[in-house]
C-alpha cells in the first residue's frame, strides 16, 4: 500500500444554532493514500461536505471542531492558523465544486479566471499566465483554446463549465484534489466524460482524489476505496469490490438496492422514513429507525466497529456473533451482478 498523504482521526464538528447544537459529523476516521481515489458516499445531511469542508479550513462561523485531527504532510490542519491555511488551501489541496456556474465568475473571460488562479499560485507574469492557462485548458480537453480563452461562461456548456473548473483547481499543481459531486447536474453522457477526464488527470499527474457523492454508480466507476457515511457517521468502509459484492451494513444495502437499473423489472426500492434531527441524534444506531434488520439493540446501544479484513469495515450489530444471520437482498444480489459485468466488459 502507498503511503499515507492524509489521515482523518476521530473528527467530530458541530454547529451552533438558536435551537442548539447540530452535530453534523461524529468521530469519523479515514485514511488516504498517495495516488488512490477515496469516495465518500452518502444521502443529503449525512456529513460529507463539512467533513471537506472541515479538510479545506472553510467552516462557517458557527462551526466547531470538537474532537479529532486532520494530518496532512505532518501537519494537524485542524490547529493551523488562517495565515498558514492560505499556503494549503487552492495549492496542495484543491477543490472542484459541484455547480460550475456558481464556481465561475459570470462577468470574466475564462482565460482570465485560470490565469489568475495560476499567477496568485505559482506568481507567473501575465504572458506565462496565459501561455499555462491555454495549456491547462487543453489538458482538460477544452476545444480550440486560444479561441475559447476569451470567452465568458455563459458561452460554454455545462460540461465544458465543469472541465474549465477542475483546470483552475488543477492550475497549482495540488496533491490532493477533492471533487464534490462534480457530476450532479450534468447528464449521463456528459457525466462518464468527466469521470474519464478526472481519471486520467489522476493517473497522468499522480494525484491523491477524494471523490463525494451520493451516486454509487460514480463510485463503480471511479473509486479505489468507499466510505459509506449516515449521520455523522462512517458506518462501512472497504474497497469497491467489498462494498458491492460484500456490503454487509443495512445502509449499504438501501443505498445500493435505490440504484436506477435499466434492467430492473422490479419497482425500485426507496429507503423508507428520514434521516435523524441531527440536533438530537438517536440513541443506539442512528440507522435503526430505517432499518427493517433492526434489532432491540440497535435501539439501545451503538454498535462497535467490526473488522471483516484489513480494508474492510461495518459498523452494524448484525455482525455481532450472537446475531442472527442474515442474507443481503436477494434482488440486490441480482441488479449488483448485472452492473458490475457492465463495468468488467467497459
Not at 444554532?17 to 452535530?23: A, E, N, R, W
Not at 495516488?35 to 467552516?59: A, M, N
Not at 469497491?240 to 445500493?256: C, G, K, Q, S
Not at 434521516?275 to 435501539?299: E, S, V, W
Amino acid at each position: 500500500m502507498s503511503d499515507i498523504i492524509l489521515e482523518v482521526e476521530n473528527l467530530s464538528v458541530s454547529f451552533k444554532t438558536y435551537g442548539g447544537s447540530v452535530q453534523a459529523v461524529r468521530g469519523i476516521s479515514f485514511k488516504l493514500h498517495e495516488g488512490e481515489t477515496l469516495s465518500i458516499v452518502g444521502e443529503s445531511g449525512s456529513g460529507k461536505s463539512v467533513t471537506i469542508r472541515t479538510i479545506l479550513g472553510v467552516l462557517t462561523g458557527n462551526a466547531t471542531i470538537t474532537a479529532g485531527s486532520i494530518m496532512y504532510r505532518g501537519q494537524d490542519l485542524t490547529k493551523v492558523t488562517e495565515a498558514d491555511f492560505h499556503k494549503i488551501r487552492g495549492k496542495l489541496i484543491s477543490l472542484v465544486f459541484q455547480d460550475p456556474l456558481s464556481a465561475l465568475n459570470p462577468i470574466m473571460k475564462i482565460g482570465k479566471q485560470i490565469s489568475e488562479a495560476l499567477r496568485l499560485s505559482k506568481g507567473l507574469e501575465k504572458k506565462a499566465a496565459h501561455d499555462q492557462a491555454i495549456e491547462l485548458m487543453r489538458l482538460v480537453a477544452i476545444p480550440e483554446p486560444e479561441h475559447r480563452y476569451d470567452q465568458y461562461p455563459f458561452q460554454f456548456s455545462g460540461g465544458m463549465r465543469q472541465r474549465i473548473v477542475i483546470a483552475i483547481a488543477l492550475a497549482s499543481d495540488p496533491e490532493i484534489l477533492i471533487c464534490d459531486e462534480p457530476t450532479t447536474a450534468l447528464d449521463v453522457t456528459v457525466q462518464a466524460q468527466i469521470l474519464e477526464l478526472i481519471a486520467a488527470l489522476k493517473q497522468k499527474r499522480n494525484l491523491s482524489v477524494i471523490f463525494i457523492t451520493h451516486d454509487l454508480g460514480v463510485v463503480a466507476n471511479t473509486a479505489d476505496r468507499v466510505a459509506v457515511m449516515y449521520a455523522g457517521r462512517i458506518v462501512e468502509t472497504g474497497t469497491v469490490d467489498e462494498i458491492f459484492y460484500e456490503a454487509r451494513h443495512p445502509y449499504t444495502w438501501a443505498l445500493l438496492s435505490s440504484m436506477p437499473d435499466l434492467e430492473t423489472r422490479e419497482e425500485l426500492f426507496a429507503i423508507p422514513g428520514t434521516p435523524p434531527n441531527m440536533l438530537h441524534p438517536p440513541t443506539g444506531d442512528a440507522f435503526a429507525p430505517r432499518n427493517t434488520y433492526a434489532m432491540k439493540i440497535d435501539r439501545q446501544k451503538e454498535p462497535p466497529e467490526f473488522r471483516l479484513s484489513d480494508t474492510h469495515s461495518a459498523s452494524t450489530w448484525l455482525l455481532h456473533p450472537s446475531a442472527p444471520a442474515v442474507e443481503r437482498p436477494l434482488v440486490l444480489s441480482e441488479r449488483i451482478g448485472r452492473m458490475l459485468k457492465r463495468r468488467e466488459k467497459s
